[in-house]
């Protein structure tokens, strides 16, 4: 199994009751019941208030490099991807478990 874990920051001035950041939550949150490479799919705001925390954070798992490929490269993916992209940053790391 692979853990895919994204860690989001929201740029400079971006909160999140921006509608922007709303629909980008939405689909991530919708990611879970869309794409079958997923055995596991959470995501959520961030609670603690330290400076070096990040804002966003998705924790997720597949079976493999494969699935994990499948599930970057799958639509519904790449458009909550997009939206992102638009008023945040992020890191990723990914390991087997």
């Known amino acids: ?21 709303v629909e980008g939550v ?3 949150r919708a990611l879970g019941g869309q794409i079958d490479e997923l055995r596991f799919w959470e ?13 966003f954070a998705i924790n997720s798992a597949v079976e493999d490099a494969d699935a994990l490929q ?4 799958h639509p519904a993916h790449q458009a909550g991807v997009t939206l992102w992209r ?3 940053t992020w890191v990723i790391a990914d390991y087997e478990f």
């Open 1 to 21: 199994m692979i853990r895919h874990l994204v860690l989001f920051k929201l740029n400079e001035g971006v909160t999140r009751d921006d509608p922007r950041v």
């Open 26 to 28: 939405e689909a991530f």
């Open 43 to 55: 995501c959520g705001w961030n609670v603690s208030d330290r400076p070096i925390a990040y804002d």
């Open 70 to 73: 499948r599930y970057l490269d």
């Open 86 to 88: 638009e008023f945040a």
